[in-house]
Every structure is written in structure tokens, then in C-alpha cells.
């Protein structure tokens, strides 16, 4: 069993930044593939970013180039730097750790989730 909790949401304006931080328990987090994930209101849950345990990144096209994804294996813990925050940015973000057996992005995919921190941005 792998537990999760996120942190570092909050209220911000557009075009500011937040960096959300999730952290896990267990003794092999650097084999973790982990993800970010976000859901708003009346939405389904959507792909926001996700690294592999080597360290490769990847991006859903609506944060390209604003989000980026990042680890530290001795501190159990993945980020989630936000830049340039939009409205639409606005939702529950979610970190997961995909199952080992899986490829992509799906959130069938995902075996363990945190409970979600909220991010509101106004304009």
C-alpha cells in the first residue's frame, strides 16, 4: 500500500505560479512512475504530467510549456511547478503512481492517488 499527499495548493492570480508537491510513503519511491492529474468541476479527471522512474517527462498539450514535473527520489516526493496559471487551470490536483504493468496515461492505469490539493486561479 502506497500513500499519498499532496500539498501546496491554493489561491492565486493569472499569469502567477504554484508548486505542488506530492509525497509518498514506501521504500522504493525512485521506481515509482508517478503522475499528476486534475479534475474541475463537472470535468472528468485529466492527465496534467507524469516522470518515469529514469526521469522522463511527460505532458497533457493544455500545460505544455507552463507546468513542469520533477523528483527527488531521497525525499519520496514529486513537484509540480505551475507557471502562467489561466482560470481554466483551476481545479483539484490530484498525484498517482501508475502500475508497473501499464504504459500511457489513463487514470485506469494509476494504482494509488492522494486525496488532492485544490487550486483556484482567478482572473
Known amino acids: 500500500q502506497v500513500q499519498l499527499v499532496e500539498s501546496g495548493g491554493g489561491l492565486v492570480q493569472a499569469g502567477g505560479s504554484l508548486r505542488l508537491s506530492c509525497t509518498a510513503s514506501?521504500?522504493?519511491?525512485?521506481?515509482?512512475?508517478m503522475g499528476w492529474f486534475r479534475q474541475a468541476p463537472g470535468k472528468e479527471r485529466e492527465f496534467v504530467a507524469g516522470i518515469t522512474s529514469s526521469g522522463t517527462t511527460y505532458y497533457g498539450d493544455s500545460v505544455k510549456g507552463r507546468f513542469t514535473i520533477s523528483r527527488d527520489n531521497a525525499k519520496s516526493t514529486v513537484y509540480l511547478q505551475t507557471n502562467s496559471l489561466k482560470p481554466e487551470d483551476t481545479a483539484v490536483y490530484y498525484c498517482?503512481?501508475?502500475?508497473?504493468?501499464?504504459?500511457?496515461?489513463?487514470?485506469?492505469?494509476?494504482?494509488?492517488w492522494g486525496k488532492g490539493t485544490l487550486v483556484t486561479v482567478s482572473s
Open positions: 514506501g521504500r522504493i519511491f525512485s521506481r515509482y512512475t
Open positions: 498517482a503512481v501508475r502500475n508497473m504493468y501499464m504504459t500511457g496515461w489513463s487514470t485506469s492505469g494509476m494504482d494509488y
